[in-house]
């Protein structure tokens, strides 16, 4: 089996959440020699993120890419546990940024609370992907589904689902995993 190199993608629109930066740091110690480096790129247009973090991670010959959102809390072996189950496209279940929680993630099969299970939408926020995927998915690789009057229906997260899933590939859910969407509130009196 070849060296496994993973490039961590970070989308980001100002600012790392301190909660964020916290978990990539336990995750890069207990990670050590499989995380080959990290891109950032800043800015409102995630779709580019992503696409150039995928770029950029082909061009140095990584294994696979983690992509980590800026708002993302998450445990520091979560990226050894993703790799141990050896899939193409892994990620985890989380809520989004709402009371209540409502999960970013829908199934394709029955939902396990303990088992892998295969997802019809994901959240990108803690997925990875191994880099010989995009080699035969389309591109555009990530965009939004638009309607007929150009409102956003599908987010860039779940047009790569859908891309993979086109061309043969399963996404999978790792629902013990436990990563947080790290929000704000405003307190008032």
Not at 13 to 21: C, G, I, L
Not at 79 to 102: F, G
């Amino acid at each position: 089996m070849e060296d496994i190199k993973v490039r961590i993608g970070i989308g980001c629109q100002d600012t790392v959440k301190a909660k964020t930066f916290a978990s990539m740091l336990g995750l890069m110690l207990v990670s050590g020699k499989d995380i080959s480096g990290y891109f950032m790129r800043q800015g409102g247009d995630i779709v580019s993120a992503r696409t150039y973090c995928v770029r950029e991670a082909l061009e140095k010959k990584d294994t696979h890419i983690f992509f980590i959102d800026s708002d993302m809390e998450f445990p520091c072996d979560t990226l050894k546990r993703l790799l141990a189950h050896d899939k193409d496209i892994i990620t985890v279940e989380y809520s989004r940024r709402r009371l209540p929680p409502v999960s970013v993630t829908t199934p394709l099969e029955e939902k396990s609370e303990t088992e892998l299970y295969k997802a019809r939408v994901i959240g990108a926020g803690c997925l990875l992907i191994k880099l010989s995927v995009f080699e035969k998915i389309a591109k555009p690789w990530f965009n939004f589904g638009r309607n007929s009057i150009g409102e956003i229906v599908m987010g860039e997260d779940t047009w790569f689902a859908n891309s993979a899933r086109d061309a043969g590939y399963d996404v999978w859910i790792d629902p013990t995993i436990k990563v947080g969407h790290v929000g704000e509130f405003v307190y008032q009196m």
